[in-house]
């Protein structure tokens, strides 16, 4: 079993993805950070503060009265000119969805790890994706990690991403809910003076603190306007494709830690049948390709770290002639496939029928059900048999 | 089928002008269409308010782009927009003012029928207060499928329950805006001496050239001007202002033009004439005054004395 990046053992810590990423955030040292606690996120901002309070970095952190009041700050400070970050969950983000918009239509490069958790009801505190599908469409960039290394790594790689002048958008890294945050494992974290380096100085493009050159930020448009906006920041989001490639490049240039591509194709080449999967399961999964091919099965996955924007191009490229492909979903759309699924068929959709490989769709881990090796095993399994029909299957819940 | 565009202000009633249309071409025997384009609630604001008139069932939703009737409900706007933009020579523009159509021909030039009413000093004498319902008797006399009865009734379903005296003031209005026009045949467009095109709020940038995140920078000022949105001015006495830059600080508008910490006067391109400079003015320095009066009034008692 492989990860993209290795830990070494002597220079390895025993993090919780939660710290893991609170170390990032003080090596970034963020000038303004407006948070309100909620699980499962409660523990990057409290390791960070602590930092904060122990004079380990320079942050203004402000203790708002709701997620709305977080983002809203964010966006005052982000354009104001400040770098900011802050960090959610589940129902925290859907209360910050109206002001994440915001965030992205005024092109606030905000990083933001989100601790992936179910939405409500019933309240559940417990692992899904069902809060990140719930930004989907709101104009934020969304990265997801595999494990603790991957959420330190991507969350620095993300000032980069979100700061970067062809980008300036708002920048979620995902990290499992429980599974990352609150798991201990060995984590590499850089040099503070390499991680410093690395992110740089922020330099505003419109600083409204700027006297000598005012500007009116957040304005109303008409008709005449508004599309036109929308389609800067649709370019803005495309760009990332071209962009995100870039920054893996210098990080691995600063670090030596080789992050390449949109998403890792984990003996996915000479595969025929291949599993898709976002977040921690990708490790699982590959712990379920490994035991296959040693049946002798040509399994493969593809983990992705770009969900927005979405690199369709890449995907069909690199699913391009399997015989049958699973997609795991682990948030529902209601009565509709997967929002994962939906992305990976029209990704294919594009390829000639004779290349283009059956999809199935499978839903799994909702409200942090475990999920374990037999139902990867599951999906891999039946997708090999091609009068499987083509519905969507709920993997893991009781029939 | 027969489109109608209306332009007034904010507050002045267009849309309501438009509905009330709509209801009597329906009575008429017409299928017909109203509906405004709005803006942001701003009192004072050009507004329009379409329709759309005919036999068969209307479908279309897209906007009006080449009316047979344009009706203004406000002289002013002729500043402001080209209330005439589409309108086929073939048509009609119907105007609430004091002036003759001889004069709206020559600021406008526009060579169809011109037709004038005093709407203002209908809707001031009948008591109906409004110009919009005298308007409407205007432009509905241009329609010869809507007759005066049937107007009537719709104008008496949209006043519902209202006390009396405003039915009647207001019907009153309505007949008297019918009947009271001047009118002016059209002309043969090459008559009338060229005019050079106006410029035209509608030449905007495209999508790449606007500073992204909907930033308004100093560069770019000239396109979103709020200067149209008046219909009240504010003016400055110098002799009693402190340069305390109270109005400056508070006009949501790159309005107030201050050098060296000293208060200079108006940029009237961007002043929307909200008058929040003249409540915040500590010494009458400055008031507001109608849109074309003298620059010179000012007051020299202060709303807001401290
Ligand atoms: S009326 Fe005064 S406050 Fe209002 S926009 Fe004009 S200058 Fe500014
Ligand atoms: S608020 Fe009145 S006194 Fe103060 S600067 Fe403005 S005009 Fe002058």
Redo the contacts between chains.
């Keep these: 079993m492989t990860l993209v990046v290795t830990p070494r053992l002597e220079a390895a810590q025993l993090l919780t993805g939660a710290q893991a990423v609170a170390h990032a955030m003080r090596q970034i040292e963020p000038d303004v950070v407006p948070v309100y606690p909620i699980t499962p996120q409660t523990p990057i901002i409290e390791e960070f503060a602590q930092m904060v309070a122990d004079g380990r970095c320079d942050t203004e952190i402000i203790n708002v009265e709701s997620e709305h009041s977080a983002m809203s700050a964010a966006v005052g400070a982000s354009v104001a000119g400040a770098r900011v970050m802050t960090a959610t969950a589940s129902q925290g983000l859907a209360l910050m969805i109206e002001v994440l918009y915001i965030a992205a ?4 490069p905000i990083v933001m790890p989100l601790g992936n958790r179910a939405l409500s009801g019933p309240i559940n505190i417990h692992c899904d994706h069902s809060d990140a599908m719930l930004a989907r469409d709101s104009g934020a960039v969304q990265i997801f990690t595999e494990n603790g290394q991957e959420a330190y790594d991507y969350t620095l790689m993300a000032v980069r991403l979100a700061e970067d002048q062809r980008v ?1 958008l708002p920048v979620i890294v995902n990290l499992d809910g429980f599974t990352l945050t609150h798991s201990a494992e060995a984590v590499e974290l850089l040099p503070d003076e390499v991680a410093r380096a690395f992110v740089g100085h922020y330099r505003p ?2 600083p409204l603190l700027d006297t000598a ?10 008709p ?2 508004y ?3 929308k ?3 649709d370019e ?1 989001m495309r760009g990332v494709l071209e962009v995100f490639p870039e920054v893996q490049r210098a990080y691995a240039e600063a670090t030596g830690r080789n992050y390449r591509g949109y998403y890792e194709a984990y003996r996915l080449d000479d595969a025929d049948f291949a599993v898709v999967v976002l977040g921690s399961t990708a490790g699982t999964a590959k712990v379920v390709v490994d035991t296959l091919r040693d049946e002798g099965q040509r399994v493969g996955l593809l983990k992705l770290w770009l969900f927005r924007p979405f690199p369709h191009a890449a995907v069909a490229e690199a699913l391009r002639g399997k015989q049958a492909v699973a997609v795991m979903d682990r948030a529902l759309s209601f009565g509709s496939w997967g929002p994962l699924f939906t992305e990976i068929a029209a990704a294919l959709y594009g390829l000639p029928e004779a290349k283009r490989p059956r999809l199935h769709n499978f839903t799994y881990g909702l409200g942090g059900r475990d999920v374990t090796p037999d139902q990867i095993a599951e999906a891999l399994t039946r997708i090999q048999d091609p009068r499987t029909p083509a519905v969507m299957r709920y993997l893991g819940v009781r029939a | 089928m027969l489109e109608i565009r209306w332009h007034g202000r904010g507050g002045q009633g267009a849309i309501t002008v438009s509905k009330i249309l709509a209801l009597a071409a329906l009575r008429s025997g017409k299928y017909a269409q109203a509906f405004p384009e709005y803006g942001p609630e701003r009192s004072g604001a050009p507004v329009r308010a379409y329709n759309r008139l005919d036999d068969r069932p209307i479908v279309l939703h897209s906007g009006v782009y080449t009316p047979h009737r344009v009706a203004v409900l406000d002289e002013t706007l002729l500043e402001a927009e080209d209330v005439c933009e589409g309108l086929a020579p073939d048509g009609v523009l119907v105007i609430n003012t004091t002036r003759p159509p001889e004069a709206i021909r020559e600021q406008t030039g526009y060579p169809g029928r011109i037709v004038c009413v005093d709407a203002a000093a209908i809707a001031e004498e009948t008591g109906s207060r409004f110009a919009n319902v005298p308007l409407l008797g205007a432009l509905a006399s241009t329609l010869d499928f809507i007759q005066l009865p049937t107007l009537e009734g719709a104008l008496q379903a949209f006043l519902g329950k209202r006390r009396p005296e405003v039915v009647k003031a207001n019907l009153e209005a309505l007949r008297r805006g019918y009947h009271e026009t001047v009118a002016l045949e059209a002309v043969a467009p090459e008559t009338l001496p060229p005019r050079p095109r106006s410029e035209g709020s509608r030449a905007l940038p495209p999508y790449y050239a606007l500073p992204i995140g909907g930033v308004i920078t100093p560069e770019i000022r000239w396109f979103p001007k709020t200067g149209g949105w008046r219909n009240e001015r504010p003016v400055f006495n110098e002799a009693l202002c402190v340069n305390c830059l109270l109005c400056w600080a508070h006009c949501p508008e790159p309005a107030i033009v201050v050098h060296d910490r000293l208060m200079e006067g108006f940029n009237y391109d961007y002043c929307k004439g909200c008058g929040i400079c003249v409540a915040m003015c500590p010494t009458g320095a400055l008031t507001m005054v109608p849109e074309g009066a003298a620059e010179l009034v000012a007051a020299s008692v202060s709303p807001n004395p401290r």
């Excluded at chain 1, 239509?105 to 606030?108: D, T, W």
């Design positions: 239509s005024m092109r606030c300036l493009l419109y050159r005012p500007t009116t930020q957040g304005p109303f448009d008409m005449d306007f599309y036109e906006h389609r800067q920041q803005a």
